[in-house]
């Protein structure tokens, strides 16, 4: 007859619940991040599914503001940001940029007069290994208070049920601020002549610790030129490709950007809500693109502009839309980077006319 095995002592049995508590634990996590208790979570993989199927033609792009260009250039700081921030890029001096200019269109061959929103998203580095990223468009607020918000809208938009969008609005009535922009703001025929805005709120710390809330502009140094949106339509699916390069054929193309500071009580968290207009304001330098190289084989088709990459001397503040846009741009980013093979690197798919 087998011997009775002895029980193991006491400590044992208390690491194999410690183990298997934590192994449980952690088991239950990954479960719910990845929505799996809970049907109405929204993770990040339901948020960029929420940008629509992904269809031949998207494999390998970006799942949201899919259609693009590659440009270099530097950032040359005039030093009067260090006053907000102790980040190496507000010192003056050169820091080199690799950007991209974009659309908001989840078709990476959409024509470039069907997109309302433009980007431009910067990566600059600095001397230290300071390195920030921002991923900014032209509207002066955002459509919505909340990723949650966001992740409504697009499913709103998306459905078939002729009730859904009315109701959306009706329950995020400042949707409303951004219908009104869609419909009167002018066009122009150029990335070059546009604003671009960081739309969120970040934390600006200066040498001294203190902290300020800011949100940041690049104010284009070339005058916009209104241009009937007829018009744009009737010009080839990429324009903005081609007069861009056109444009830098006479020279550098440039921007400055102006740092904005909250006051005491502005919506930080909100960014649906501009802030009023006389607040100060700090001019940290000025943006030079020189040159612009087609996504499929330029320096920018594998940055994953996340803006929560900041460097010391800036940080993400109340404002909840740049973690919840960090989880999903990553989502995107692995989709995009293992469909690679799709997008072949020599064929500029994305400027295809
Ligand atoms: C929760 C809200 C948001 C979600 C889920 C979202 C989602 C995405 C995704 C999935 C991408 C593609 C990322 C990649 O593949 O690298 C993207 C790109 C982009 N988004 Fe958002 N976004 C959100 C909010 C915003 C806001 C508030 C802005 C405006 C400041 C913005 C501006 C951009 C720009 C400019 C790009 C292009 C970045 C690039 O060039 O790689 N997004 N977004």
Redesign the pocket.
């Known amino acids: 007859m087998p011997q009775p095995r002895p029980s193991p002592p006491r400590s044992v049995i208390g690491s194999l619940v410690v183990i298997a508590a934590v192994v449980g634990g952690t088991a239950a996590a990954f479960g719910y991040t990845a929505g799996w208790f809970s049907p109405d979570r929204i993770t990040p993989n339901r948020?960029?599914d929420a940008?629509g199927p992904d269809t031949d033609a998207r494999l390998g792009h970006?799942?949201?503001?899919a259609k693009?260009l590659c440009f270099t250039g530097s950032f040359e700081a005039s030093g009067a940001g260090a006053a907000l921030s102790r980040a190496q890029m507000m010192a003056q001096g050169s820091y080199p940029v690799v950007g991209?200019l974009?659309l908001?269109v989840t078709d990476p061959v959409a024509t470039d007069a069907s997109a309302r929103v433009r980007?431009?998203?910067l990566q600059v580095r600095t001397p230290d290994g300071g390195e920030w990223r921002s991923?900014?468009?032209d509207?002066p607020f955002?459509p919505v208070s909340t990723?949650q918000a966001?992740?409504g809208l697009m499913q709103a938009s998306a459905s078939k049920d002729p009730g859904a969008m009315p109701a959306f609005a009706a329950a995020h009535p400042e949707l409303g601020n951004f219908g009104a922009w869609a419909k009167t703001a002018p066009w122009t025929g150029s990335f070059a002549e546009e604003r671009y805005?960081?739309?969120?709120s970040f934390v600006f710390t200066d040498a001294s610790g203190r902290n300020s809330t800011v949100r940041w502009s690049m104010q284009p140094e070339a005058t916009p030129m209104p241009i009937p949106h007829e018009e744009l339509e009737r010009r080839d699916a990429s324009f903005l490709e081609g007069e861009i390069r056109q444009r830098l054929a006479s020279g550098p193309v440039r921007w400055r950007m102006t740092v904005t500071v909250a006051n005491p009580g502005d919506p930080t968290a909100d960014?649906s809500k501009a802030w009023p207009e006389d607040r100060r304001t700090v001019e940290a330098g000025t943006l030079v693109l020189s040159a612009v190289q087609a996504e499929a084989d330029g320096p920018?088709r594998e940055?994953?502009?996340d803006?929560t990459v900041l460097p010391d001397g800036m940080r993400t503040s109340d404002d909840p839309?740049p973690a919840?846009?960090s989880a999903?741009?990553a989502?995107?980013?692995d989709r995009?980077t293992a469909e690679s093979g799709h997008y072949p690197r020599t064929a500029a798919v994305g400027a295809r006319p």
């Open positions: 948020m960029v940008f970006r799942r949201n503001h693009g991209r974009n908001g980007g431009m998203s991923a900014m468009i509207l955002f990723p966001f992740y805005n960081s739309i969120n960014p920018c940055i994953n502009y803006p839309f919840a846009r999903a741009y989502k995107s980013f995009r």
